[in-house]
């Protein structure tokens, strides 16, 4: 059965800095791996997805990598700002679209 | 552009009553999908639908059912509340299951009682 983790629960950072939050997984069969955002009471916003066959992608100050074979996914944050603050989830798909989520990080960026 | 709507927003309702979420999306998605998400155990499919006529069960689909009898509907019943489905619950939807991501809605608050 495929288990998603996130390490570390929580985080909390200066504005300005740049941060890696992590996302590990027990199965490496994956079809893509997605990360999304999510603000307190909100729904989940899709921040990247990566397909099993790419190493990385990038969108902004944001770069998620994919290292299959290691089951390990990173999320990039690059110059932290207050707005970022958010929980952050990783989900991994399987060729049925269905997704399982990590716990998720709950960032904070201090101004 | 909408993309996602669901209803109600938040609902209070007594044990054994009968309630469906309503979801719908504008974005002509053929897959759709419900998860709840619960303090501790985080987001869990509940059950999906790869194209309209189909739907699938996920990882915790006892007590709840879907249909999904055109593209953009794909409501969540329960036929009798119990207090273990007090939760948040989200629709999401994607292009076509398993390639394109997967877009939520704001969510459903429910409160079983």
């Known amino acids: 059965k495929q288990e998603v983790t996130q390490i570390p629960a929580a985080l909390s950072v200066p504005e300005g800095e740049n941060l890696v939050l992590n996302c590990s997984f027990t199965d490496s069969a994956i079809y893509n791996l997605q990360w999304f955002r999510q603000d307190p009471g909100k729904g989940l916003t899709s921040l990247l997805l990566?397909?099993?066959?790419?190493r990385e992608q990038t969108s902004g100050r944001l770069n998620a990598s994919l290292d299959k074979s290691s089951g390990r996914s990173t999320l990039y944050i690059a110059a932290s700002q207050p707005g970022d603050s958010a929980t952050y989830l990783c989900?991994?798909?399987?060729?049925?679209?269905?997704?399982?989520f990590g716990q998720g990080t709950t960032l904070q960026v201090k101004p | 552009i909408a993309g996602i709507t669901q209803a109600p927003t938040s609902q209070i309702l007594a044990a054994g009553r009968r309630m469906t979420l309503r979801c719908t999306q504008d974005m002509r998605h053929n897959a759709m999908y419900w998860y709840r998400q619960d303090l501790g155990l985080g987001l869990r499919l509940i059950h999906y639908?790869?194209?309209?006529?189909?739907?699938g069960k996920g990882e915790v689909p006892d007590g709840y059912s879907v249909s999904r009898a055109n593209t953009d509907d794909f409501p969540l019943t329960l036929a009798s509340a119990v207090p273990s489905q007090t939760s948040v619950y989200f629709c999401a939807s994607s292009d076509v299951a398993g390639v394109t991501e997967q877009f939520f809605g704001p969510g459903t608050r429910l409160t079983v009682l």
């Open positions: 639908s790869n194209t309209a006529g189909t739907t």
């Open positions: 989900a991994v798909g399987s060729n049925t679209g269905k997704l399982i």
């Open positions: 990566i397909q099993s066959s790419q």
